[in-house]
């Protein structure tokens, strides 16, 4: 079982910065990453990380947003840069070891015009 812990959502005007955190309760997880879900549309596959420091990204948030990861912390950081108004969602931090995927509780992401 692995429980996640998210932080650092709030309000940004556009074109602003914003980092979340998500702390897992056990070390060395297969991959982690970041999800978001806007009102009315279906949860996005934002990044991912591999416990190797693999990454992936959506090519909405390419060039944008870098996913990170301190493993000695058992952490991952999503720093979202260039924030636009149609980035405004719930984002959620995953987690995906041994055939099992977690989720965090969800941390909302406003970006005003």
């Known amino acids: 079982q692995v429980q996640l812990v998210e932080s650092g959502g709030g309000l940004v005007q556009a074109g602003g910065s914003l980092r979340l955190s998500c702390v897992a309760s056990?070390?060395?997880?297969?991959?982690m990453g970041w999800y978001r879900q806007a009102p009315g549309k279906q949860r996005e596959l934002l990044a991912t990380?591999?416990?190797?420091?693999?990454?992936t990204y959506a090519d909405s948030v390419k060039g944008r947003f870098t996913i990170s990861r301190d493993n000695a912390k058992n952490t991952v950081y999503l720093q979202m840069n260039s924030l636009k108004p149609e980035d405004t969602a719930v984002y959620y931090c995953?987690?995906?070891?041994?055939?099992?995927?977690?989720w965090g509780q969800g941390t909302q992401v406003t970006v005003s015009s």
């Open positions: 995953y987690a995906f070891n041994w055939g099992t995927t977690y």
């Open positions: 990380s591999t416990y190797t420091d693999s990454t």
């Open positions: 056990r070390s060395a997880i297969n991959v």
